[in-house]
C-alpha cells in the first residue's frame, strides 16, 4: 500500500554507534531522490521535545558517511519516557508538518518510537544502530562490526605485551547484556575464552581452560569478558582466578567507550546505506511500526516491538570453534 509521505524526520537515538552518520546521510539523499523533505531533530528525542529540528538538504551531509559519533547528537531521553513529554513531542512533530520519523537507534530507541507511533499514530520506522549487535529481525546493527575491529585491534596490542611478559589478562569489552562483541573480538583475537552474560560460565570451567593451556606451554592468556556477566566483571573474574591460580601474572584492561568511536568500517558504511534507503522505501510503501534489516542479505521489515523483545542468541557454533582453537 503506498502512502502519501512528503516530510520525514529523522533522529538519532540511545547510544551513538560508528555508521549513525552514514545511516542519516543514506535517508537525507533517499528522501531528496524520492522528492520528500527531510527534517533532521538534534538530540534524540529530546529534540522533537524541544522543537530542535531542521531541514536538511543533499549538501547538508556531505563528508559525514567515514565519521564516527552522530552529527545529529543522540540522547538517551528521560522525558520522552512520560507520556507528557511523548505529548509534546508529537506537538512538534505535528507543527513541522512532519508525516513520518526514522529512529536510528537501539532497543531503548525503539521501545519509545513503539508506543510514540501507537499512542499517535504517526509512521515510525527503526534503523538498527548500536553496536551490541542485539536486535532480532537483522544480522548485524550498524556500528557492531567497527566495534569489535576496535575491541579486536585493543586485544592484538595487548597480546603483543601479554607476550613480551606471559601475562594472563583479562579484557572488558561492552555489550550490555550480550556477548557479540565479546564473542566476535574474542575469535578475532585468538583469545583462550570469552565470558558472556548469556551462558552461566563457572569459575572451575575458566580455571581448566586455563589449566589446560599452561599443561601445553600458553606463554600469554587473554581472557575476553562481556559486560554484564554472571561472574562478575573483569576485574571479579580477575580477583577469582588469583585466588585459584596464583602462578599467573594477572593484568586487566576495560576497553570502554573507545569501543564506541572510530571511523566505520566498510562493512557498516554499506550496511548503514542500505537500512537508511530501505527505511524511505519502506515508509514510501506504507511501512510503519517496523525495524528494518537485512538478513541473509535481503532488506527484512520486522515489527518493531518484536526486533526488541526477541531474544536473537549467540551462535554456538562460534563457541564450538573459540573452544577447538584455545587448547
Ligand atoms: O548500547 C550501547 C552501549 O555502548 C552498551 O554496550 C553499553 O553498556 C552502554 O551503551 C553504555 O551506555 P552509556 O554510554 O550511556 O554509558
Not at 61 to 67: D, F, G, M
Not at 88 to 105: R, T
Not at 199 to 213: A, F, M
Request: aromatic share 8%.
Amino acid at each position: 500500500m503506498a502512502s502519501n509521505i512528503k516530510r520525514i524526520g529523522v533522529l538519532t537515538s540511545g547510544g551513538d554507534a560508528p555508521g549513525m552518520n552514514a545511516a542519516v546521510r543514506a535517508v537525507v539523499r533517499a528522501c531528496i531522490y524520492y522528492d520528500i523533505e527531510v527534517f533532521g531533530i538534534y538530540k534524540g528525542y529530546d529534540g522533537l521535545i524541544n522543537g530542535n529540528i531542521e531541514q536538511l538538504f543533499v549538501r547538508s551531509v556531505s563528508n559525514i558517511l567515514s565519521r564516527g559519533g552522530t552529527f545529529l547528537l543522540s540522547a538517551r531521553s528521560q522525558e520522552f519516557r512520560t507520556k507528557a513529554g511523548r505529548k509534546k513531542a508529537f506537538e512538534n512533530f505535528k507543527s513541522h508538518n512532519l508525516d513520518a520519523l526514522v529512529v536510528v537507534g537501539g532497543d531503548g530507541s525503539f521501545t519509545g518510537a513503539d508506543i510514540f507511533s501507537q499512542e499517535f499514530d504517526v509512521p515510525v520506522i527503526g534503523v538498527p544502530g548500536t553496536i551490541d549487535n542485539d536486535l532480532a529481525g537483522t544480522d548485524f546493527t550498524i556500528g557492531f562490526d567497527t566495534a569489535c575491529n576496535t575491541a579486536r585491534e585493543a586485544i592484538d596490542k595487548i597480546r603483543d605485551t601479554a607476550s613480551s611478559h606471559e601475562r594472563l589478562f583479562f579484557v572488558e569489552v561492552m555489550g550490555r547484556d550480550t556477548g557479540f562483541i565479546a564473542v566476535n573480538s574474542a575469535i578475532g583475537g585468538g583469545a583462550v575464552a570469552m565470558i558472556v552474560p548469556e551462558h552461566n560460565w563457572t569459575l572451575e570451567k575458566l580455571i581448566r581452560r586455563l589449566q589446560k593451556g599452561a599443561s601445553n606451554q600458553k606463554a600469554s592468556n587473554i581472557v575476553v569478558v562481556a559486560e554484564g556477566c554472571q561472574l562478575g566483571n573483569a576485574y571479579d573474574i580477575a580477583g577469582q582466578v588469583k585466588e585459584r591460580l596464583d602462578y599467573f601474572d594477572i593484568r586487566v584492561t576495560v576497553l570502554g567507550h573507545l569501543q564506541r568511536g572510530g571511523s566505520p568500517t566498510t562493512m557498516d558504511r554499506v550496511l548503514a546505506s542500505r537500512l537508511g534507503v530501505a527505511a524511505v522505501e519502506g515508509l514510501k510503501q506504507g511501512q510503519s511500526k517496523v525495524m528494518v534489516g537485512i538478513i541473509n542479505n535481503q532488506i527484512a521489515y520486522t515489527n518493531i516491538h518484536e526486533a526488541v523483545k526477541t531474544e536473537k542468541r549467540l551462535d554456538s557454533e562460534e563457541f564450538r570453534v573459540a573452544k577447538i582453537l584455545s587448547i
